[in-house]
């Protein structure tokens, strides 16, 4: 079993930054990717960033380039996504998870475990 905690989130106003974490404990794979997943009321969960094992590569959703920045920090098993320039359009309840192997991207099949979620709320 892999427990994924997360914290941070909130409230912002338009145009803000807020940041979310994400730590891993139990047995987690020796190497495994991390990503973000998101969902806002009424929408299907999509794909917000992922990160390989290393840290030496990091993918994003088209909407969150240049505005989400995702690192991890493997001796600590966490990974923080930094989102800058926030709209309402990113409010949603955001769910870090933990992949099966060392690369993961958009799909949630790659990943087997979820964090319970942090709530991001976006407004003016």
């Known amino acids: 079993q892999v427990q994924l905690v997360e914290s941070g989130g909130g409230w912002v106003q338009t145009g803000g930054s807020l940041r979310v974490s994400c730590a891993a404990s139990g047995r987690t794979n020796s190497s495994y990717a991390m990503g973000w997943f998101r969902q806002a009321p009424g929408k299907e969960r999509e794909f917000v960033a992922a990160?390989?094992?290393?840290?030496?590569?990091?993918y994003y959703a088209d909407s969150m380039k240049g505005r989400f920045t995702l690192s991890r920090d493997s001796a600590k098993n966490t990974v923080t996504l930094q989102m800058n320039s926030l709209q309402s359009e990113d409010t949603a309840v955001y769910y870090c998870?933990?992949?099966?192997?060392?690369?993961?991207?958009?799909?949630?099949?790659?990943?087997?475990?979820w964090g319970q979620g942090a709530q991001v709320t976006v407004s003016s």
């Open positions: 990160i390989t094992w290393r840290g030496g590569a990091t």
């Open positions: 998870a933990h992949s099966s192997g060392p690369v993961a991207g958009p799909r949630p099949d790659d990943y087997d475990y």
